[in-house]
């Protein structure tokens, strides 16, 4: 278990400039935390260069973009990307002789799935497959990078890469069951994640969250080494999640959603993030705050937490922070307040029904029928003092995260204090008061 080591202080500006690189490994399709890092790197002049993680054909061949995608690609993220697939984990590897885990669980029924099982032979040598695979690509895209970077450069690997959950449409009933089901409807995340089918969910998280950023750092060894040669500064960063501070009955208190069982890979990935800085490699895990975006939307719930970032940026700003009050008051219902609604997130956070779950040292924790029934009635609740339900508060408050934890990121990870830090509400809150957040509210 990582640490606890919350970012306390704003970072001082880093040593990034004009004509160094931002490398973003994994694609970027929507607006979410990534966009808050190339911002920043865009004002202080830095060249962003991103990636793709390919496509797959009708018959499962992974290929590069067309120029038509490359095109569409290049426009979500405003600038060039390495056209080299860099898609990651093992489910659609064949093995053994044996069709992928993906074509294998197309012929599992939903009410067979604790009846499903792959030997860990398979599974072995599906992941070797895989893990062979993205780092053949990653060698690529590092000699692709040497002709891109001039010397001098310093060079911020971004690592983005998350989830892992197997491409089988069997899943998808049983994960609404675990992280949105209630009543008959509810399956415990326990009782799923200790299944075959979740103990597979677990390797793909692994390798998929975790391992990738290994492979990163060890396939770009090379690389790193001719540009530090060269005078220029190498840095590693990825995004984490364990857990965020924020206000709670007045008092900043540590919570996370649960079942966050992505938990057991962020952890890993903060293992190679304090391995890799132990031999001298500049490599940070920054723990975000839970946002809202289209890829959270199967953890409902995930977004209560972002309602009290309201309260700290309160706290910190006074009276500068009447406009995003009076912003987030237009969303809601005539009759509804932000009061109201800062009333309501409370009451689910400081709820006797978490304080048992909402420990640091035993994370992630699996839920219960009673804490999911009152988060999902809760986040429903929240939801429904809305308008409009395509303009949320935390939506707003989600877009105020990803700015702000990219300036903290940007900068933090030029002279990290830890391998693994927290950006939590408070740190946040004092960025968008200080000058050096000039712009996010």
């Known amino acids: 278990m990582t640490n606890y080591r919350p970012l306390e202080q704003l970072p001082e500006a880093a040593g990034y400039k004009n004509g160094d690189v931002l490398v973003l490994v994994g694609e970027l399709f929507g607006r979410g935390y990534a966009n808050g890092l190339i911002d920043e790197a865009r004002r202080l002049g830095m060249t962003v260069i991103g990636t793709t993680v390919g496509r797959r054909d009708g018959d499962g061949t992974l290929r590069p973009l067309t120029d038509e995608e490359l095109s569409e690609a290049q426009g979500i993220l405003g600038s060039t990307i ?28 939903t009410d067979e799935w604790q009846q499903t099982s792959f030997s860990d032979e398979f599974i072995a040598a599906a992941r070797t497959a895989g893990t062979s695979r993205f780092r053949a690509a990653l060698s690529r895209l590092a000699e692709e990078l040497e002709s891109r970077i001039q010397a001098g450069a310093n060079v911020l690997f971004a690592h983005s890469m998350a989830g892992g959950i197997p491409r089988a449409r069997v899943l998808m009933p049983l994960l609404n069951r675990v992280f949105k ?3 008959d409807k509810f399956l415990a995340s326990a009782d799923f994640w200790g299944s075959n089918l979740g103990r597979l969910c677990d390797a793909s998280f692994n390798e998929v969250t975790a391992d990738t950023f290994r492979y990163l750092i060890e396939e770009t060894s090379s690389l790193r080494n001719r540009i530090q040669g060269n005078g220029g500064q190498v840095r590693y ?5 364990h857990g965020t501070s924020v206000l709670v009955g007045g008092d900043y208190r540590w919570q996370s959603y649960t079942p966050y069982v992505q938990g ?27 946002i809202l975006t289209n890829s959270s939307a199967l953890f409902l719930g995930v977004e209560i937490s972002l309602y009290p970032l309201l309260t700290a940026i309160r706290r910190e700003a006074g009276a500068a922070a009447d406009r995003l009050f ?13 009061q109201g609604m800062l009333k309501r997130a ?18 992630p924790q699996h839920n219960t029928r009673e804490q999911a029934e009152l988060m999902l009635a809760s986040s429903a609740d929240l939801m429904g003092m809305h308008a409009d339900q395509k303009r949320l508060v935390c939506a707003e408050l989600s877009r105020i995260v990803f700015l702000s934890t990219g300036r903290l990121m940007l900068h933090g990870s030029w002279a990290p204090a830890a391998p693994a830090l927290w950006l939590n509400h408070d740190i946040i809150a004092r960025l968008v008061t200080d000058p050096r957040g000039a712009g996010i509210l």
């Open 181 to 183: 089901g209630t009543g």
């Open 82 to 109: 390495i056209n080299i697939p860099l898609e990651a984990g093992f489910d659609m590897e064949p093995a053994c002789g044996l069709p992928s885990v993906s074509e294998q669980l197309k012929k599992l029924k």
């Open 326 to 338: 009076s912003t987030c008051q237009e969303m809601l219902k005539e009759g509804e307040t932000v």
């Open 237 to 241: 960063a990825a995004y984490g999640y």
């Open 346 to 363: 409370d009451a689910y956070l400081s709820s006797p029904l978490l304080s048992s779950l909402v420990a640091y040292d035993s994370w």
């Open 264 to 290: 057991w890979a962020k952890m890993r990935l903060e293992d190679i993030a304090a391995e890799f800085t132990s031999r001298g490699t500049i490599a940070t895990v920054f723990n975000c705050p839970e």
